[in-house]
């Protein structure tokens, strides 16, 4: 009888081991990623080279109010507008680089950071830009960002090539769990005494391939309803036997 006892409670052990595991995570890493080296001619977009298995494509772009120039190895967009100099008439001037993503059925999204590389350009020195992180999930107001940050060109030098910044995204309770799509923008303006006149995604002139803008986070399956039931049964009979153990 004792033998039939701990079968049963082995059993249910196993079931539970078994609804946990299907509740899961099913990945940890890039979500998707860019390496901008094949950028050699003026263009508004470029797809993403690398995109997690559950997560539809990705196109990273800029937004209608910027234009696009020629700076290798980066998505490059002039802004030579002195009047952006504050966060909400960028958002009027619609003055970003945006891309979306989309988790397939079934996949939820928490995600962790987001690593830039960019580049700056200015005719006159000194200048500064500010960038602003906003997300469709956040909103997109002046009062909506997720973290912004500051870059500047002091001179004599016209431009800087390959800065680097990393996004903070785990602290932002709207960027955990996604089952839909999720837009982000990167704004900028100027903060500084002159126009920061060219602003890039990329690492510019410098043609060693890396990682140019990278989305980082947490990939997990979304049980299905008879996934729970069973975790429910399992639990109730795994209690069950441990009190006729007792």
């Known amino acids: 009888m004792n033998l039939i006892h701990i079968s049963k409670r082995t059993l249910m052990s196993a079931a539970l081991t078994s609804c946990l595991i299907s509740l899961g995570t099913l990945k940890a890493d890039t979500i998707v990623s860019w390496d901008l080296n094949d950028i050699t001619s003026t263009t508004s ?3 993403a080279d690398f995109e997690a298995a559950e997560i539809g494509p990705v196109t990273l772009a800029l937004g209608p109010g910027l234009t696009a ?6 998505l490059l967009a002039l802004h030579n507008d002195a009047a952006v100099n504050s966060l909400a008439t960028s958002i009027t001037q619609n003055d970003y680089f945006t891309f979306s993503v989309t988790p397939d059925a079934g996949a939820s999204l ?6 830039m590389v960019y580049s700056l350009g200015a005719n006159t020195q000194p200048a500064e830009t500010t960038f602003v992180l906003m997300s469709s999930l956040t909103g997109f107001t ?3 960002s997720i973290e912004s940050f500051a870059s500047s060109l002091p001179g004599p030098a016209n431009n800087a090539q390959g800065r680097a910044h990393t996004f903070d995204l785990s602290g932002t309770s709207e960027l955990q769990n996604i089952t839909s799509t999720v837009e982000f923008r990167i704004y900028m ?7 920061m006149t060219r602003i890039a995604i990329g690492r510019g002139f ?3 391939p890396e990682t140019d803008l990278l989305l980082d986070g947490t990939i997990s399956a979304i049980p299905e309803p008879g ?4 975790l429910v049964i399992a639990l109730a009979g795994f209690v069950l036997t441990r009190r006729r153990s007792w």
């Open 142 to 144: 002046d009062s909506d």
């Open 45 to 47: 977009s470029a797809a």
């Open 227 to 230: 996934t729970f039931s069973l």
């Open 69 to 74: 120039s020629n700076w290798a190895n980066a």
């Open 110 to 115: 928490s995600l962790d950071h987001l690593d």
């Open 189 to 195: 303006y100027n903060t500084g005494a002159n126009s």
């Open 206 to 208: 410098n043609s060693t």
